[in-house]
Structure formats: C-alpha cells, structure tokens
C-alpha cells in the first residue's frame, strides 16, 4: 500500500516536472519569436542565464495560476458571464507579469498584448501536455476530472454498487432532425448506440404539449407538472405581472408551484444534480440552475458555482475562452456568408448575437458537461443536465442547417467524453438523451407579411398601426380586412385610425404561438366580451393567413376554436370536426382542450398557420427555426434510453406530454437492479 502511494507521489511529480520543462521551453520559443517579449537583460546574457530565466518565469507563472487563479476567479463571478472570455486573457496576461516581475535577476519583460498572447500559449501547452500525459494513468485521469468540476464526496457513505443515471437533454433536437443525423453520419456516438453491431440504447419520439418550450416541456419532466403554463411567457391578470420561463423569478415561482401541485420535491431529490436547466429538480447539488439564480448570494444558493468549479483552473479557462472567440469569428463568418449569399429565409445576427451564441455553444457546454463528469465519478444516483447550443443556434440559423449540423457533431463528441468518464466511475451508468422539444422552420410573420402579431391585433382593435407596417401591403390587407368585418367602406386615400378608448391589449409572442391579453379586464374575457368590445378583432385574426387557429372562451360553449371563413367549433366537438385544427395533426385537439383549462390562458390564444407538407411554420417572433406551438417538428422531440431499461409506453400507445416523460424517467430510476422486462430477439426487434 504503501508503495502505491509513493508511486503515485512520484508520478505526479514527474508529469509536473514534464509540464514545467515543457512551459519553459515554450517561453523560449515565444522569446525567440515576439519581438517585445524578453528573458534578458539590455546588454545581453548567455544561453544559461537565459533559460534559468525561462524557467524561473515558466515556474512562477505555473505557482501563480494554481494558488492565484481560483481568487481571481470568484471574483469573475461578479460580473456578465459574456465578458468573460476577454478577462480571461487579461487576467492570465497579468500573472504572466507578475511572474517575471518576481525574478530576483530582474530579467525579462513584455509589453501588455504580448504578455497575453505568451499567457495563452502557455497555458494551452500545459494543458494539453498534462492531458496527454494523464492518458495512460487512469488515477492521474480520474482526479483532473474530479477537479474539473470539483465535487467530491470526502469522507460521506461508499458509493452503492447500483446503476446510476445521466439524464442529457440536446435542447431543442427534434427526433427527424436527430434521425436524419444518425443517417449522415454527423453523430457517430449515437449512431453506434443505437445501430450499431451491438445497438445499447433505443430511439423513440415523444409529443410535447401545446405549449412546446423549454419552460413548460422541463418543468414537466423534472417536476411531474406543468399545468397553468399556457406558453413561454404569458400575462398573469391578477398580479399584473408577465411571467417568462427563462427568468430567475419566474422559473422560482414555476417551480415551487408545481412542487405545491404534486407534493413532491422532483426527479432527481434522491441523492440527485441538477446542472444548467430551468429547475432544481428537488436535486442537492445545483449549478447553473435558473430558478436559484438571484441576487442574493449565499453558500446554498450559488447559481455561477459551477462556473467557479470549471475556472478554477487556469487552463480550462484559456482553452475555452480561446473556444469562445472562435465560435464569434465562426458565427460572424456564417452570418456574413448567409447575408451576401441571401439566403431565405433569414434574420439579423448581428448586435450581441455572436456573443451569446458563443456563451451558449461553448462556455454553457464545456462548464455543464464538466460537472456531468464530476458528479459521476462523485457516483450520484440521478443526474439531469442541459445543452443549450443547438437550439441557440437552429434559432437563428434554421433547424437543418449547416451551421446547425455543425453544432450536432460537437454534442456527439460531448457525449463520447462522457460515455469514456463512465468507465472510469465508482459504480455503473445508464445515459439517457433526450429533448424538450423540436424546432419547426420557417419565414417569419413579419417576413411574409410586413407586420407583426401586435400590429394586427392593434388593427383589428382600431388602434393606431406603426407607419412601418403601414406602408406595407399586408398593412393595407389588414386594414382592408378590418373594415370588411365592420362593413365600412374601403378608403384608399386618408385614412385615420379610430382612437381605442381602452387600455391597449398586451400582446405576447412565444414562438409561432401568440397571447393577447385586456389587462384592464381582471377575468378571462369570453368571446361574446371581445366581439362587443373590439366587433372586428376576431374575424381579423382569424381571416388572416399567417394564422391557423385562435382559441378563445365561450359563454356558450365554453371555449371555442376559431378559424377563417366564420368557423367556430366547440372544444368538444373538435374530435368529430377538426377544422382548422386538421393540419396540426393528431392530438392538437387534446393539447388544446388542456390548455383552455389554465387558469392563466390569455384572452386570444393565437396560433400561426402550418404547412403539413414542408412541415413550416411562421414565428411571431424573429426566428426562422422556432417552438412554442402547435405545428411540424417543434412538437416531436426525442427519448433514447438504454435497452436494460423498460419500454416507455406500451406497443400502440404514444408517449404524450412532459408530465408522462417524468413518469417514464421516475420508474427508470427505480429499475436499478437490472432489467425488468425480457430482452428481444433479433428476430423479433425486426419485426417490431
């Protein structure tokens, strides 16, 4: 035993030694190179001299970055996580400084820019020759990834020899999308899962609700409830507050209503972590997690810890911030190639879009996928995380892009290094993927028509239009419209806007899903209030052809969907005569039905026009790839699950709704032991 340890001393101490020689030799390269970048005095100094001075600065820089780098780093927790990747250079730029200020030779010296292109260098060269030297030592391996995300048990109970298991969602991958992937060979990690010579997991596509977005699908899936979130954001009459998922207080308040609803802390409140989701999850361990993430900072209430526990060390940090600048030149180059070759559909990139999709696609991935690690070599039970980076960037650049593709390839290499880490974990893992939903493509509603869903909605109110939609045609269509339903003659030239006499209506876009709200109404408006208020508003919008179907409550009928040509059919009757909702597919009518059961439903659900055929969709929002309705791909996202694990859902029967994910995910948990279902054959997968 003895021995062990001493080996183990003498092999960390060698690879240390290798890093130092190598971050000297380094130095001396760049002092060769960089012309503002000195070992040596003025007059001149022999080689000796010269590389003692390397040395010196490589060892100083090396003690400063680990002893120095985590400070430095909580203090980067204070401030806007989009500035960091630039702070990272500077900070590293300055320790490379104060290192050859600690030369009691006084030797050396670098200009500003140059002490941060040599702090980089070095940084990233250390890195990759610990990494390669900690290859072939699986205890070297096991504790860089213990200090990548910095958990560890310490002295607590010994790890069960049970299955754990690692929940991935790829935010926003669609199963055609994921299938179609497979089929090019963009993600050869799933491929081989799932059809490869000894396929381990199967693939099956699931049915979001109405509501097909981050917010309504998670909280679902990590809570087992999500009733009363009628879309991404939504008005909230009582309150006089719009709620938005992705806001820290909003998400809180989400979450703890559906704890309240369900009596139960969530997925993952048995021994469970929760990183860079919406919600908790009831787990212990939490980072990146949206509904914790207020101002008040305490030790139990750190959203940025896992940034703390990546940054940490000073070489995840340049790596990637080196990684983030490339990924904005990546999207400024796409977004350029896009603008000149006009390609359509498209919509602007510019402002701090670079920026946050960098965020998104590298700093968010390389911190979550980072603490998924650490928490299975910690062996946690439960562990449920989120990557954002597709979604991100489908939004703005299409769902079956290239740029989006692209994204796809660097997920699969992201699971890959986690399938490796689980070989090296205290107990055995089962790794399920999933998402949250799909994304549909399409123009923009303000692209196809000139104006957007509040510009209608003003129209159809009688309230003054912007002169940017106007002066379009579609303005003039929905004007024309407009006087149509209130049986005015058409007036080509000095037209005036009839003055609303009441409070403006709020209008809310989540997608290709729209909300129109009366905030001076304290109920839920009925049909029969919103014809005697506003006589043209609904035959507007539901005239008009960029959009499907409105749904709206009903004195007689209690709620109603609306179409064109006068079409108005009662909520139960929808399974007889779909109407409008014909082309949504099958279960639209269902999804509908539950959500006019919201108490918090707006006054005018509003839902873009689908195209069955090309699957498109027109977003009120500005994305040519977008979820949050009823319409193609959004509402057909993916479940991959291990083969030991039971089926989801019985042959026949379709997987529906977030709340019925989280069923399917709770017993999964429970099926530890082994499998509780019979293997198939060959034979009779085939004929499946």
């Known amino acids: 035993m003895l021995g062990r340890r001493w080996r183990r001393v003498a092999s960390q101490v060698g690879r240390s030694v290798t890093v130092w020689a190598v971050s000297t030799l380094t130095m001396l390269v760049l002092a060769g190179i960089l012309p503002d970048f000195q070992l040596q005095s003025a007059d001149g100094d022999s080689a000796t001299r010269i590389a003692v001075?390397?040395?010196?600065?490589?060892?100083?820089?090396?003690?400063?970055?680990?002893?120095?780098?985590?400070?430095?780093?909580?203090?980067?927790?204070?401030?806007?996580?989009?500035?960091?990747g630039l702070l990272v250079f500077f900070l590293n730029g300055a320790l490379l400084l104060v290192a050859l200020r600690l030369n009691p030779a006084e030797r050396g010296g670098a200009a500003w820019e140059t002490a941060v292109v040599v702090a980089a260098v070095m940084s990233a060269v250390a890195s990759a020759t610990g990494a390669a030297l900690a290859v072939r030592d699986d205890d070297a391996y096991r504790r860089r990834l213990y200090r990548l995300a910095d958990r560890r048990r310490g002295s607590g109970p010994p790890c069960p020899s049970t299955p754990g298991t690692v929940f991935l969602q790829l935010d926003g991958v669609g199963h055609e999308v994921l299938r179609a992937a497979l089929d090019k060979g963009l993600m050869p990690t799933l491929a081989?899962?799932?059809?490869?010579?000894?396929?381990?997991?199967?693939?099956?596509?699931?049915?979001?609700?109405?509501?097909?977005?981050?917010?309504?699908?998670?909280?679902?899936i990590l809570h087992g409830s999500n009733h009363d979130v009628p879309a991404f954001r939504w008005y909230e009459k009582e309150s006089r507050e719009v709620m938005v998922c992705n806001r820290p207080t909003s998400a809180a308040e989400l979450q703890r209503r559906a704890v309240a609803a369900t009596g139960d802390g969530g997925l993952l409140t048995l021994d469970g972590a929760s990183r860079g989701n919406l919600f908790s999850g009831g787990a212990e361990e939490q980072a990146l997690v949206l509904s914790i993430a207020t101002r008040r900072r305490s030790p139990e209430n750190r959203s940025r810890a896992g940034y703390f526990a990546y940054f940490s060390d000073p070489a995840n940090a340049v790596r990637t911030a080196l990684s983030f600048l490339a990924e904005v030149g990546r999207e400024i180059g796409q977004s350029t190639r896009a603008?000149?070759?006009?390609?359509?559909?498209?919509?602007?990139?510019?402002?701090?879009?670079?920026?946050?999709?960098?965020?998104?696609?590298?700093?968010?991935?390389?911190?979550?996928?980072?603490?998924?690690?650490?928490?299975?070599?910690?062996?946690r039970s439960a562990v449920y995380a989120d990557l954002v980076a597709y979604d991100e960037v489908a939004h703005h650049s299409g769902p079956v892009s290239r740029d989006a593709e692209k994204v796809l390839q660097r997920l699969d290499r992201a699971l890959e290094l986690i399938e490796n880490v689980a070989e090296h974990a205290p107990r055995p893992y089962r790794i399920v993927v999933l998402s949250d939903h799909g994304q549909s493509p399409g123009e923009t509603f303000r692209t196809r028509y000139g104006l957007t869903l509040g510009d209608l909605v003003r129209a159809g109110c009688g309230l003054p239009v912007p002169r940017r939609a106007r002066r379009t045609h579609s303005g003039a269509e929905a004007r024309t419209a407009v006087r149509a339903a209130l049986r005015i003659p058409v007036e080509e030239r000095g037209e005036k806007q009839r003055p609303g006499r009441h409070t403006e209506p709020i209008v809310l876009a989540s997608g290709n899903l729209g909300l129109v709200?009366?905030?001076?109404?304290?109920?839920?408006?009925?049909?029969?209030?919103?014809?005697?208020?506003?006589?043209?508003?609904?035959?507007?919008?539901?005239?008009?052809?960029?959009?499907?179907?409105?749904?709206?409550?009903?004195?007689?009928?209690?709620?109603?969907?609306?179409?064109?040509?006068?079409?108005?059919?009662?909520?139960?009757?929808?399974?007889?005569?779909?109407?409008?909702?014909?082309?949504?597919?099958?279960?639209?009518?269902?999804?509908?039905?539950?959500?006019?059961?919201?108490?918090?439903?707006?006054?005018?659900?509003?839902?873009?026009?689908?195209?069955?055929?090309?699957?498109?969709?027109?977003?009120?929002?500005?994305?040519?790839?977008?979820?949050?309705?009823?319409?193609?791909?959004?509402?057909?996202?993916?479940?991959?699950?291990?083969?030991?694990?039971?089926?989801?859902?019985?042959?026949?029967?379709?997987?529906?709704?977030?709340?019925?994910?989280?069923?399917?995910?709770?017993?999964?948990?429970?099926?530890?032991?082994?499998?509780?279902?019979?293997?198939?054959?060959e034979a009779e997968e085939r004929a499946a």
């Not at 081989?192 to 010579?197: A, C, F, K, S």
């Open 192 to 220: 081989r899962w799932t059809d490869g010579d000894r396929p381990t997991h199967r693939l099956t596509a699931w049915r979001t609700d109405w509501s097909s977005q981050t917010g309504a699908s998670q909280l679902g």
């Open 339 to 379: 603008r000149l070759g006009k390609a359509r559909p498209r919509v602007s990139r510019g402002g701090l879009y670079p920026f946050v999709r960098a965020f998104a696609t590298v700093v968010e991935r390389d911190v979550v996928v980072a603490a998924v690690m650490g928490d299975m070599l910690a062996g």
């Open 517 to 681: 709200s009366f905030p001076d109404v304290p109920h839920r408006m009925t049909k029969e209030e919103i014809d005697a208020r506003h006589p043209a508003l609904l035959t507007t919008l539901a005239n008009h052809p960029g959009i499907g179907f409105l749904l709206v409550r009903s004195e007689r009928h209690g709620g109603v969907v609306l179409g064109p040509f006068g079409t108005e059919i009662p909520l139960d009757r929808l399974d007889q005569e779909p109407g409008p909702l014909a082309a949504f597919g099958p279960g639209a009518a269902d999804a509908v039905r539950r959500t006019h059961s919201f108490p918090h439903t707006a006054d005018i659900m509003v839902n873009s026009m689908h195209d069955p055929i090309d699957g498109e969709v027109l977003a009120f929002e500005e994305q040519i790839g977008s979820h949050g309705g009823l319409g193609g791909a959004q509402g057909r996202p993916f479940l991959l699950w291990p083969r030991v694990l039971s089926t989801p859902v019985e042959d026949g029967t379709d997987l529906v709704g977030a709340e019925q994910v989280h069923h399917v995910l709770r017993r999964w948990l429970s099926e530890s032991d082994g499998p509780q279902v019979p293997v198939e054959t």
């Open 53 to 84: 001075t390397a040395a010196f600065g490589a060892g100083a820089f090396g003690v400063l970055s680990a002893l120095a780098w985590p400070l430095l780093v909580r203090l980067l927790l204070l401030v806007p996580a989009l500035v960091l």
